[in-house]
């Protein structure tokens, strides 16, 4: 029960909390049943004892701890919601009393910050000039035809940078095969740089059918049982393949992109690199309205949030980690880096991501934006077809007050882009061209 609330400092209200005898008394019973099966006195077997008999043997007030432990959090939100607060972490708790009657305790809690943005209208971006040029149209073509290029085995010359040879080859040093040092019908592109130094080269040159040595030395970096030892290798070279590409006609068009003609695959092509630089310039003229924004937040804005969402970042990446069978301790042992370390790299995203959140809420306001019923449904329809899953079950894991600040988020992100000044950024003359012009 909240008895009294107090704004003692910016950002920090003072709660005094009581916690009656009978919800005390409660709390106590589920401590005790924790540790029951725990509890063995002399002349009792373990389990058999009453929560009366512990105390005569313990103390009146050994429970009293976990019991509150237990019972805190609960009281401290009921409190906190009675005061008509929103917390965002706590500075201190103090117990007042605690006993038979209950509990009295003063609770310091910081609040959300009321914050101002000094400005979100007209704010100034740039981007790119959108365009595809001859080049880029033309990359992406070899690319298409890369993809589409058969192998051909050549037998009228000799290898050379760039082919695929086909090979079989034992490794010896002193005179023994040593492990991993053997491969048959290996696919070998030379110049890939896909065995140690000199091996390639000495490959190429060599015609089909033919047998060979190639010497090199291992590198220091290798393994240490191989580690700058001499050693031979016994090569067959059974066949050279290159690859050869298809002919840029209006069948290769057909076949490779569904297009008409090659002037129609390059049309395609082009549309599709300006879609792609347009969205990269959304993404960009974001990036640079939402730092305006962290830079245009006034107030003062406790420490805890940045903290918390420290703690935050941490989890996601941890989970990230997870999936990829490591945990963020082995991470940071790997990376040479304290937590603390960690911690203080990531303080300035921290900062920006706490202030970007707070000037989205107070934009939100200020416009009297809101998320209909209608949007969060449409939205819970989005997550059951991309998941795959019962619209009722994904309702379940993602909580409908949580997606509506989301939605409320994107809607006020989207008010600052509607309302931003963009211009296309020039490119750079070249120093001439500037001279002459002066």
């Known amino acids: ?74 009281a401290v939100t009921a409190a906190a ?29 910081f609040v959300k910050p009321e914050i101002e943005v000094t400005e979100y ?21 070899e690319q298409l035809r890369e993809r589409n290029a058969r192998l051909v085995s050549v037998e ?16 010896f040093v002193d005179g023994v095969a040593f492990a991993g040092g053997k491969g048959e019908n290996y696919e070998l ?13 000495q490959v190429a040159g060599h015609n089909v059918g033919e047998e060979f040595d190639v010497n090199v030395k291992f590198p220091t970096e290798y393994t240490p049982e191989l580690a700058d030892k001499d050693a031979v290798f016994k090569i067959k070279l059974h066949e050279i393949k290159v690859k050869e590409l298809p002919e840029l006609d209006d069948d290769f068009a057909q076949e490779a992109a569904d297009a008409d003609t090659v002037a129609d695959l390059k049309k395609s092509i082009e549309k599709e690199i300006k ?7 959304s993404r960009e003229i974001e990036s640079q309205l939402l730092e305006k924004l962290a830079e245009n937040v006034k107030g003062e804005i406790p420490d805890c949030m940045y903290e918390s969402e420290i703690d935050n970042q941490i989890r996601d990446i941890d989970y990230r980690l997870s999936m990829q069978g490591m945990s963020f ?10 937590i603390e370390a960690y911690r203080e ?80 950024a020039r490119k750079p003359r070249a120093k001439k061209e500037e001279a002459d012009a002066e």
């Open 1 to 74: 029960m909240l008895k009294s609330s107090n704004n003692v400092e910016t950002n920090v209200y003072a709660l005094e909390i009581a916690i009656s005898a009978e919800d005390f008394d409660a709390a106590q019973n589920k401590a005790f049943l924790k540790q029951k099966s725990k509890i063995q006195l002399p002349g009792f077997r373990k389990g058999k004892v009453t929560r009366k008999m512990a105390e005569n043997f313990y103390g009146k007030g050994w429970l009293y701890e976990e019991a509150l432990d237990l019972i805190y959090a609960d």
């Open 81 to 109: 919601e009675e005061a008509g607060l929103e917390v965002v972490g706590t500075k201190s708790a103090d117990v007042k009393e605690i006993g038979e009657n209950g509990v009295e305790l003063v609770v310091e809690l």
């Open 121 to 141: 209208k007209e704010l100034k971006a740039t981007k790119k000039k959108v365009e595809a040029t001859e080049e880029e149209v033309n990359e992406r073509i």
């Open 156 to 171: 009228d010359r000799a290898a050379q940078d760039g082919d695929i040879t086909v090979i079989d080859f034992e490794g």
């Open 189 to 201: 592109t030379l110049g890939s740089g896909q065995f140690i130094p000199g091996f390639e080269e």
């Open 275 to 281: 879609e792609h630089k347009e969205e990269e310039n």
């Open 329 to 338: 301790q082995t991470y940071l042992q790997y990376s040479g880096m304290t």
């Open 345 to 424: 790299n990531m303080k300035e995203s921290a900062i920006k991501n706490v202030k970007v959140r707070l000037a989205l809420e107070a934009i939100a306001k200020a416009e009297a934006l809101e998320v209909t019923d209608e949007e969060l449904e449409a939205e819970y329809d989005k997550f059951a077809e991309r998941y795959q899953m019962e619209k009722d079950k994904i309702k379940e894991l993602v909580p409908v007050e949580g997606l509506r600040h989301d939605l409320l988020n994107e809607k006020a992100i989207t008010f600052v882009k509607d309302n931003a000044k963009v211009t296309t």
